[in-house]
């Protein structure tokens, strides 16, 4: 979702449009739709105000509210794998797990095993 616009357009798009100029022409001068500056018309009414909405929702839902919580309960069991995580954690998958992760910043652990013998390397130098 794009940030919304600022307030100081809102206020001086809306200003021209009571000083008398049309929808079309203060669209076509601020460079906001005709519907942008019909909801801000509606907003100033309904709510008094043209500060934009914050604290909504970025992104899709999300199954793990609270990152600082989540962050506590894998710092407390740090050898559980993503899938064991997903089971203990409530009704998520290992995805899920994987993506809260990754926004607090630690990796996830892919096996609850170690690999027996180490990858084979090609004797290339990256």
Do not use: C
Request: no cysteine.
């Amino acid at each position: 979702m794009p940030s919304p616009l600022s307030l100081d357009l809102r206020l001086r798009v809306l200003e021209k449009v009571d000083a008398g100029m049309s929808m079309t022409a203060a669209s076509e001068l601020f460079l906001v739709t005709r519907r942008t500056i019909y909801n801000w018309l509606k907003k100033r009414s309904q709510d008094g105000h043209l500060n934009p909405e914050d604290g909504y929702q970025k992104g899709h839902s999300h199954k793990i509210k609270d990152l600082l919580e989540f962050k506590k309960f894998v710092d407390l069991n740090p050898s559980r794998t993503a899938e064991e995580i997903a089971s203990n954690w409530g009704n998520i998958s290992k995805m899920t797990v994987w993506r809260a992760l990754k926004k607090i910043g630690y990796s996830h652990k892919k096996k609850a095993f170690n690999t027996k013998k180490e990858a084979k390397t090609s004797g290339k130098s990256f």
